[in-house]
């Protein structure tokens, strides 16, 4: 990626005190603010073993906490079920259709759906993406495109550096309905999603520079402008 951390660590440890210091405390209100940016950042460290996430569940914050439990679980369910990235846990569930072209517009972030568009264009920048982000693409491309949840995985698994098969798969086959969720049918309306966690639209406009000047009333819906925004895709899907 154009924009990646530096590893080690030592790196990893100065994030660390630095992040913990500034947003550990307001971590559970502000983990789903897309445009703050207020989660950790620390996956990658602890996906090469630059952090224990043994020593990270003594920090004081049990919102968070959790979160590193939910990594634990998709572990010990990928031991139980190691071929959590190829088969799905619960068969028969989902329905799925051959698409590359959306799956390519998917992956290259012009889906036309500004919300979708910035987290893949992140992803592309950074080598990584909020999680909000990742629920919000992975559920518009196996629910709204209808596309096998695997295509998805393995685009992720190629640029994420926190790739890793328990947490990636575990991950993608709970939004496809095919994991571990009490709720199957489970669909994101990726729209509300939108207003509601990116509410200014400034996320968007970080990742999807055509649509700098586009007002937060239009921003997630910019197929309704009177005019077509130059250079932006009408939506596959939306
Ligand atoms: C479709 C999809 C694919 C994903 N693929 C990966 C992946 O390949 N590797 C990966 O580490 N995470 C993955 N996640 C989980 C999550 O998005 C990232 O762990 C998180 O965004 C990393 O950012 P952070 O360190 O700022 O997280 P924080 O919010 O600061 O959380 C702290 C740590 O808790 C763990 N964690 C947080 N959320 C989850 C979760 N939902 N599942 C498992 N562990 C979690 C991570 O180790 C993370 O670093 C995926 C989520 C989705 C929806």
């Known amino acids: 990626p154009a924009r990646a951390p530096r590893g080690g660590e030592r790196a990893a440890r100065s994030r660390l005190a630095e992040w913990a210091g500034r947003?550990?405390?307001?971590?559970?209100?502000?983990?789903?603010?897309?445009?703050?940016?207020?989660?950790?950042?620390?996956?990658?460290?602890?996906?090469?073993?630059?952090?224990?996430?043994?020593?990270?569940?003594?920090?004081?914050?049990?919102?968070?906490?959790?979160?590193?439990c939910w990594r634990d679980f998709h572990h010990q369910v990928t031991l139980a079920f190691p071929d959590l990235n190829r088969r799905d846990y619960r068969p028969g569930r989902a329905r799925r259709r051959e698409d590359g072209d959306a799956a390519e517009s998917w992956a290259a972030g012009v889906t036309g759906v500004p919300i979708v568009d910035a987290g893949m264009r992140q992803l592309r920048e950074e080598g990584w993406m909020h999680n909000r982000a990742r629920m919000i693409t992975a559920s518009y491309l196996v629910r709204r495109l209808g596309v096998d949840w695997r295509v998805?995985?393995?685009?992720?698994?190629?640029?994420?550096?926190?790739?890793?098969?328990?947490?990636n798969?575990?991950?993608?086959?709970?939004?496809?309905?095919?994991?571990?969720?009490?709720?199957?049918n489970r669909t994101l309306n990726v729209i509300r999603q939108a207003r509601r966690f990116d509410p200014d639209g400034d996320y968007v406009r970080r990742y999807v520079r055509e649509l700098e000047d586009v007002p937060a009333s239009l921003i997630h819906e910019p197929w309704k402008a009177p005019v077509p925004i130059p250079g932006y895709p009408p939506p596959l899907a939306c």
Do not use: K, M
């Not at 502000?30 to 630059?50: N, V």
């Not at 998805?152 to 947490?167: C, I, R, S, T």
């Not at 798969?169 to 199957?184: C, E, K, L, M």
């Open 152 to 167: 998805g995985a393995a685009h992720f698994f190629d640029l994420l550096l926190d790739a890793e098969v328990a947490n």
């Open 23 to 68: 947003g550990l405390y307001a971590y559970g209100a502000g983990r789903d603010d897309l445009a703050g940016d207020r989660t950790s950042r620390l996956s990658p460290f602890i996906r090469f073993g630059c952090l224990s996430p043994l020593e990270l569940a003594g920090l004081p914050d049990g919102d968070f906490v959790r979160q590193l």
């Open 169 to 184: 798969s575990g991950n993608w086959q709970w939004i496809a309905g095919t994991g571990n969720d009490t709720r199957p």
